[in-house]
Nanobody, 120 residues
C-alpha cells in the first residue's frame, strides 16, 4: 500500500516561514504529479501548488511569490517552502501524488494532512 507521510507543519507568526515535506513510499513504480492542497475551516480544499515529473510548476495566485514547491525524485519527496506567511494561510495542508504502483495501477494518493497556523 502506497503511503504519503507529511511533516513540517506548526505554529508561526505572520511574516515567518515553514517548510513542509511529503514522502511517498511503498510499492511505487513511478510518480507523475505531486502537489499541495489546503483546507481552512468551513472552506473547500484548494490547490496551493503542483509540480510535474519534469519540474513544471503551478501556483495559486494567493501564494505566488511567497511559496515554492520542489521535489526530490530520488527520495519520492515533495517540499513546500512557505515564506512571508499570513494568517489567511492557516489551514490543514495535504499532499497529493499521482503515481503508478508496482502492479501497474495508476491513481491519486493523499497524505493525512498537517496543520499550519499563522498568528497575527
Amino acid at each position: 500500500q502506497v503511503q504519503l507521510v507529511e511533516s513540517g507543519g506548526g505554529l508561526v507568526q505572520a511574516g515567518g516561514s515553514l517548510r513542509l515535506s511529503c514522502a511517498a513510499s511503498r510499492n511505487i513504480f513511478s510518480i507523475n504529479t505531486m502537489g499541495w492542497y489546503r483546507q481552512a475551516p468551513g472552506k473547500q480544499r484548494e490547490l496551493v501548488a503542483v509540480i510535474g515529473s519534469g519540474g513544471s510548476r503551478d501556483y495559486a495566485d494567493s501564494v505566488k511569490g511567497r511559496f515554492t514547491i520542489s521535489r526530490d525524485n530520488t527520495k519520492n519527496t515533495v517540499y513546500l517552502q512557505m515564506n512571508s506567511l499570513k494568517p489567511e494561510d492557516t489551514a490543514v495542508y495535504f499532499c497529493k501524488a499521482t503515481l503508478v504502483d508496482v502492479v501497474g495501477v495508476g491513481r491519486e494518493y493523499w497524505g493525512q494532512g498537517t496543520q499550519v497556523t499563522v498568528s497575527s
